[in-house]
């Protein structure tokens, strides 16, 4: 367990209040009492494969399956020989229902414009782009990626991939031209979606120029479309660039769907692993639909007159599971931000709220915390009295975020869900049903019906009530990743590895003597900045990609808004000299290397790094300098110890 982590769970062992589910709110809830959810769990855990089989009837199948699940550790297959659509569970079978003309979409641009699709526009629009990519050459099984603003045409692309069975890869539009381009050429993508640009606080972010970065070095892409958004110039390349509109009202909008294998990749999604290079999250079909839909009802307790407001970048597994599939599958009205919480000014969301009549929102701490700072009264100057439930997720909540969540936001009476799960678990595994579950502020509660984890030690004993250990899960579910996208061998060794027979999740917890889970954070070198995964690895790649540098070192330091920030320790090439400028130069250049998300806070320079005989960095100690705090633990294997008494002195330059 890393040292950062003590603080916490002291702090966490005080916390008692416990709040049970408002009565009127259970009484209308999908899973209405404790009974109730345990009666659930407890059939999923001694009969997976039936309790699997009757959930999976929620979809609409082409092909009835003949095996719910083909497990062969690590790998699983789930309703073995059932075919599917994702799409035409997201869209048709709402459009063709009393749904057809329920919206599906709000959406609101930054800058103020409102547009709303509804299931029937939707179904039009998907098919419609769908046949734009087949017109491009997409066939099934070719990768598309997208690198978009949030508009209502990132979700139209993601759908129309679905359709035509194009596994899709999202990269976030906060990424660089360096980072989609390692995207792409990892997958091998056909096509790139993309737009002129998109708006966040007022100003333009240049997309295409980046996608243009991109293309030059990615010869897999056969053609890029561009959707129009900010109407800036740019730069079209003939015989490759194509504008969305334009291609768009050429194509017919009718496209029948086809029907996949359960196990038809449906997307991949790059995310920071312990090692440098990002790591390719492969979902499939039928399953992680599954998993997305089911978990969107339970723990959302989503009913057919709800609002959803997920505030999350499609970029990120949330906004796929939770803006998209997961709501979408369910026939719900999903609303969509494009941009910052604080444009024009720290009320937005509230104003979101209220002029939609929101009634369930899903946010990340990060955002809380930030909330807090702006103060009460821009949540105050508005009426959020359509709000029932309140969901959050990317990194444990601390109870005084939770509290002001509760009182400010919640006005006391809505239930709080806070969700654990992860990319590689493609939905939602610990978290309360808010009918039944009574939550507690800074835990995740209790698994999910299906889902059965278990805090253990390195050899995979389990730990005592309310020890700490490693967060393990013991049994396949349905929306589990089923690879690293081309790297069968590096899916073995990170998640079936580390624990015998168990998924290892790369996260500390301990369970209470009620049973809750609390997540203590990574126990690897992942860090976690905003909700955000990041490889200490992937930032120090870039610094020492940067001719000046000779060595860095990358550590997460305890924040009081983003969980963690970046700190970084770098050594120079000989003759270099440190500097201020320098210093802005490496974080810019970190910036174009990964993206904004990944600047270091702070740099350090330094003569050499703390090592281990064996030469391995000495993260534990950094981790102490970066927060300013007196090295406890043992430093008996620091080759030189002089080392850390020079980086305390030579703190900044
Ligand atoms: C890591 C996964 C899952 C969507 C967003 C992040 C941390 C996530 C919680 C929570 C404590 C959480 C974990 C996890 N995390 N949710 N409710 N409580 N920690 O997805 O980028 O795949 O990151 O985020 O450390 O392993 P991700």
Request: aromatic content about 8%.
């Amino acid at each position: 367990m890393s040292a950062e982590n003590g603080g916490s769970i002291v702090s966490i062992l005080t916390e008692n209040r416990v709040f049970p589910p408002p009565p009127e709110f259970a009484a209308k809830s999908h899973v209405s009492s404790l009974e109730q959810y345990e009666s659930l769990w407890n059939r999923a855990k001694d009969d997976p494969e039936g309790f699997w089989g009757e959930m999976a009837q929620t979809l609409q199948w082409s092909k009835p399956w003949e095996k719910v699940l083909d497990w062969n550790p690590p790998f699983a297959k789930w309703f073995v020989g059932g075919e599917l659509n994702a799409s035409v569970n997201c869209v048709d079978r709402h459009a063709a229902g009393p749904n057809k003309d329920k919206a599906a979409i709000i959406w609101e641009g930054e800058p103020g414009e409102k547009r709303v699709l509804t299931y029937q526009d939707l179904l039009v629009e998907v098919s419609r782009f769908a046949n734009v990519l087949k017109g491009l050459g997409v066939v099934k099984g070719d990768v598309v990626a997208i690198y978009m603003p949030m508009i209502p045409e990132l979700v139209i692309a993601v759908l129309a991939c679905a359709r035509i069975g194009a596994p899709h890869t999202v990269v976030f539009g906060g990424f660089s031209a360096e980072a989609l381009a390692g995207r792409i050429q990892d997958c091998q993508a056909k096509v790139l979606v993309t737009a002129d640009g998109g708006f966040r606080r007022g100003k333009v972010v240049p997309l295409k120029e980046n996608a243009d970065g991109a293309a030059a070095v990615c010869p897999s892409l056969k053609a890029v479309v561009v959707a129009k958004r900010t109407g800036h110039d740019i730069a079209m390349t003939a015989g490759r660039d194509h504008w969305w509109h334009d291609l768009a009202a050429k194509a017919s909008s009718d496209c029948p769907a086809e029907s996949l294998d359960s196990e038809h990749p449906l997307y991949i999604l790059y995310t920071s692993g312990s090692t440098g290079k990002p790591k390719g999250i492969l979902h499939t079909t039928g399953g992680y639909l599954l998993g997305a839909a089911l978990t969107t009802k339970w723990v959302f307790d989503l009913k057919d007159d709800d609002v959803y407001f997920c505030t999350a970048d499609i970029g990120w597994v949330t906004g796929h599971s939770y803006l998209v599939y997961g709501p979408l599958a369910n026939g719900a009205t999903s609303v969509m931000y494009e941009g910052a919480p604080n444009w024009p000014d720290e009320g937005r969301f509230w104003k979101i709220i209220q002029e939609y009549k929101v009634s369930i929102l899903y946010t990340a701490p990060t955002a809380i915390r930030a909330f807090m700072k702006w103060g009460e009264q821009f949540p105050k100057s508005y009426d959020l009295s359509s709000l029932r439930l309140l969901g959050s997720v990317g990194e444990p909540i601390n109870p005084e975020a939770w509290m002001w969540y509760h009182r400010v936001i919640g006005g006391e009476r809505c239930p709080i869900v806070d969700t654990w799960w992860q990319t590689e678990t493609g939905s939602i595994m610990i978290a309360p049903m808010p009918g039944a579950t009574p939550t507690i502020p800074g835990s995740a509660t209790r698994p999910l019906p299906g889902i059965v984890p278990e805090v253990v030690t390195r050899d995979g004993k389990p730990v005592g009530v309310n020890e700490g250990g490693f967060l393990v899960i013991k049994q396949p579910w349905p929306s589990m990743l089923r690879t690293l996208y081309g790297d069968d061998e590096r899916y073995k060794s990170t998640y079936w590895s580390e624990v015998p027979g168990c998924y290892f999740t790369g996260d500390g917890a301990r369970r209470d003597e009620h049973g809750n889970f609390w997540i203590m954070g990574r126990v690897d070198d992942v860090l976690n900045v905003a909700g955000h995964r990041l490889s200490t690895m992937e930032v120090e790649s870039a610094l020492v990609s940067h001719p000046k540098v000779a060595e860095a070192a990358v550590v997460g330091k305890p924040d009081e808004l983003r969980g963690q920030a970046i700190s970084a320790f770098v050594t120079l090439e000989t003759g270099q000299e440190a500097s201020e400028a320098l210093r802005q130069e490496l974080r810019a250049h970190v910036v174009k290397e990964i993206g904004a998300l990944a600047r270091p806070d702070d740099i350090r320079f330094t003569e050499s790094l703390p090592k281990t005989r064996s030469g391995k960095i000495m993260r534990r100690l950094l981790r102490d300098v970066a927060a300013g705090r007196e090295s406890s633990g043992d430093t008996s294997t620091l080759e030189d110890l002089s080392v850390l008494a020079k980086l305390k002195e030579e703190d900044e330059v």
